[in-house]
């Protein structure tokens, strides 16, 4: 729910604007609508884009129960994915590597016994993989088009690793998506107090399958361009989020954009159905310039909520703001490459939107 009680200024000269405009309404929204429908961007075709892309059930071979001697069936799995069984054994599963073999052994072989039935859980769920390799296939396609001098990473590789850790992962070969962070949101372990201080329940109600490929998606935009930081206005840091998500749209074009900002549906909804109360909680605080970065986290990056905007209001509504700066920047400048658009001075971005919803 958003209210507008900041707003200092009641919007009311919207009455009289529309009072006088009543015997053309009709003809300009139907001109409007013509307008749209002629200049609706039509996806572009990626279909013969050649992508190799192969999935290795990693955490399979982990909780195979054939395994009589861990440590040396561990060595086996080395074999098969010499970079992500380190990767798994130190960074994920923070095996120490001074510890003996012996004591390694146990540790890894307590963590396949308590996550027994994690994994059981996501082999009911991903039993088959393939629809998922095809949308994330589909994703690369797409990433290969705008920008065909990119290294696709030739594999996925699935794990399960603990709940209140890593998910997925992108390293210099591999997409890695951590399963046990996509079971679904009511799952039991997403519940428990070790995992929710970690992962707060506005955070693991996207623990579902469907995030899958958003995840893997965002890991590239992220390889494609590293977040930078620095003292910049708020304003600055909205429209680079703002930049990040229209490229994360256009690499997934037939994804719902609640997924890629990371609300609910309801949540997204509202945001559009009070673009302009959500526009003016900046505007009218004079907060666009503003490089305090105690006042920017409430508006940017991961939270709870937007307390000034109601109770259901969800965090990181500068990013959903940007969003919309982006967006009316690339109508207003079609032309603009993909590359072109990630390379602009944000304040360029905003200056040239002319955004006002």
Known sequence: ?????????????????????????????????????????????????????????????????????????????????????????????????????????????????????????????????????????????????????????GKIITYIGPADGYGDILSDDALIVGLQHHIGKDFSLYKTQQVQQTYPEYLSNRFEPGYIVVNCMKNIVNDLYPEKTGDKPLVDQMVEQGKRLYLLSKFLPDTEEYKMVGFTKKQLEDAYAHEEVIWDLF????????????????????????????????????????????KKYMQKNDATTLQQLMNLDAQLIFQGAKYKP
């Not at 958003?2 to 009709?26: C, D, E, G």
């Not at 050649?50 to 290795?56: Q, W």
């Not at 666009?288 to 209001?313: H, M, S």
Request: contains cysteine; neutral net charge.
């Open 1 to 153: 729910m958003f209210t507008n009680q900041f707003i200092s200024v009641k919007l009311n000269h919207s009455i009289p604007l529309i009072i006088n405009m009543r015997p053309s309404v009709i003809a300009i929204y139907f001109i409007a609508f013509l307008f749209s429908c002629n200049n609706q961007q039509k996806n572009p075709d990626v279909s013969n884009i050649k992508i190799s892309l192969a999935t290795d059930r990693f955490e399979r071979h982990l909780f195979d129960t054939t395994a009589n001697n861990l440590f040396n069936y561990i060595l086996r799995l080395q074999d098969n994915e010499p970079s992500f069984t380190g990767t798994y054994l130190t960074t994920i599963l923070n095996v120490d590597p001074s510890w003996p073999v012996d004591t390694a052994a146990d540790y890894v072989n307590g963590f396949i016994k308590a996550y027994r039935p994690v994994y059981d859980s996501t082999e009911k769920i991903f039993r088959d993989f393939t629809p998922y390799e095809k949308e994330i296939t589909k994703g690369l396609q797409f990433v290969k088009y705008y920008f065909p001098g990119y290294q696709i990473p």
């Open 283 to 326: 505007v009218k605080n004079s907060y666009l310039q503003l490089i305090d970065k105690n006042i920017i986290k409430n508006y940017i990056g991961e939270g709870p909520k937007t307390p000034e905007l109601g109770e259901g209001a969800p965090g990181n509504i500068g990013s959903f703001s940007g969003w919309q700066i982006v």
